[in-house]
C-alpha cells in the first residue's frame, strides 16, 4: 500500500513543485536545471549499481555497426548498446519539450489543467501502436479514448465560448511521443541496459539546460539565479523524477497493472487539482472540473 502512495505522490509533485516554484516568483529556467542535474546523478548511481557501466568500456564501435541489421533484443551487446543510447537521445530531446512544456503550461492554465494533459496523453500512444505494431484497443478502451476527447473539449469550453488551449493539446502530444518512445525501447531494446537508455536522455537534457544557461549569461548577462528554496526544490524534484520509477516497479510487485496505473493517474490528478485549489487558489470552471472527473474516469476504464 505504501508503494501504491508512493506513485500518486510522484506523479503529482512534479506539477505541484513547478506550481510552487511559479506561485512563489522563484526562477523555473534554475529548477529545471538543478531538477535534471539531480535526476542524472541519481541514475548514474543506478547505472553504476546494476554494472551497465561497464558495457560503457567494452562498448565497440565495430561491433555496434555489425549488427546493426538486428534491433531487438538479440542484438550484441555493443548494439544494444547502441539502440539504448540513441533511443535514449532522442527521448532526452522529448522529456525537453514535455518538462518545460509543463512549465509553460503550469504558469498560464494551472497545474491542475497540465496534470490532465498529461496524464490521459496514453491516447496518442494507444492510437499510434495501432499502425507501428498492430496493437488495436479493446473495446473497453475506444470508450476511454473517446471519453478523453470529450474532456479535452470541456477543459475548451468556458461556459460561452471555446478557446482551443494550443499549447495544452502540444504538451499532450509530446507526453504521447515520451511514451511512444518508451515503448519503442521495450519493443527493441534489451532490459538490462535500460538504465543507459535513461542516462543517455538525461545526458541530452542537462548539456541543453546547462548550455541555455551559459548562453543567456554571455549574450544577456543573465545570471544564474541560486538560493536554498530553489536548490531544495530542484533537488527534492529530481529525487521525486528519479525514485518514481523504483516506486512504479515496487508497486507493480504488489498490486495488478490495472490497479497501479489508474490509481496514478487518477490519484496524481486529483492529488494536483485538490492542492492547486486548496493552496494556490487555482480556480477552475464547472467544465474543466466535469473534464478533470472524466479523465480519471477514462485512465479507469483503459486500464481495466
Known amino acids: 500500500m505504501i508503494a501504491l502512495f508512493g506513485v500518486v505522490f510522484c506523479y503529482a509533485a512534479t506539477n505541484l513543485i513547478t506550481k510552487l516554484v511559479q506561485h512563489k516568483g522563484w526562477p523555473l529556467k534554475s529548477l529545471a536545471l538543478l531538477n535534471y542535474v539531480t535526476v542524472f546523478f541519481f541514475c548514474l548511481a543506478l ?53 518545460l512544456g509543463s512549465q509553460r503550461n503550469v504558469v498560464r492554465y494551472g ?20 499502425f507501428l505494431w498492430n496493437e488495436m484497443p479493446k473495446p473497453y478502451q475506444w470508450i476511454g479514448i473517446a471519453g478523453v476527447a470529450v474532456a479535452i473539449v470541456l477543459t475548451s469550453y468556458n461556459g460561452k465560448r471555446f478557446r482551443v488551449n494550443i499549447s495544452l493539446l502540444l504538451l499532450l ?29 538525461y545526458v541530452v537534457c542537462v548539456a541543453f539546460l546547462a548550455g541555455r544557461a551559459a548562453w543567456y549569461r554571455a549574450r544577456r548577462g543573465e545570471r544564474f539565479a541560486l538560493n536554498l528554496p530553489i536548490v531544495l526544490c530542484g533537488l527534492v524534484q529530481g529525487c521525486v523524477i528519479g525514485v518514481f520509477g523504483v ?32 493552496a494556490f487558489r487555482e480556480k477552475l470552471n464547472r467544465y474543466q472540473i466535469a473534464a478533470l472527473l472524466l479523465s480519471m474516469a477514462c485512465l479507469v476504464i483503459v486500464n481495466l
Not at 264 to 270: E, L, S, T, Y
Open 47 to 99: 547505472t553504476a549499481a546494476n554494472g551497465t557501466l561497464a558495457a560503457f568500456r567494452s562498448f565497440s564501435c565495430a561491433d555496434a555497426m555489425a549488427g546493426i541489421g538486428t534491433f531487438d533484443h538479440t542484438a550484441n551487446d555493443s548494439t544494444a548498446l547502441l539502440i539504448a543510447m540513441l533511443l535514449g537521445a532522442a527521448t532526452g530531446v522529448i522529456f525537453l519539450v514535455t518538462y
Open 111 to 130: 497545474a491542475s489543467l497540465t496534470s490532465m494533459y498529461s496524464g490521459v496523453a496514453f491516447v496518442i500512444a494507444i492510437l499510434a501502436s495501432i
Open 173 to 201: 502530444l509530446a507526453q504521447g511521443v515520451c511514451q511512444l518512445l518508451m515503448k519503442a525501447y521495450a519493443e527493441y531494446g534489451r532490459n538490462e541496459f535500460a538504465q543507459a537508455y535513461y542516462l543517455s536522455a
Open 247 to 278: 516506486v512504479q516497479q515496487a508497486a507493480l510487485v504488489a498490486f495488478p497493472a490495472g490497479v497501479v496505473y489508474p490509481t496514478q493517474g487518477a490519484g496524481g490528478m486529483a492529488v494536483v487539482a485538490v492542492v492547486s485549489m486548496l
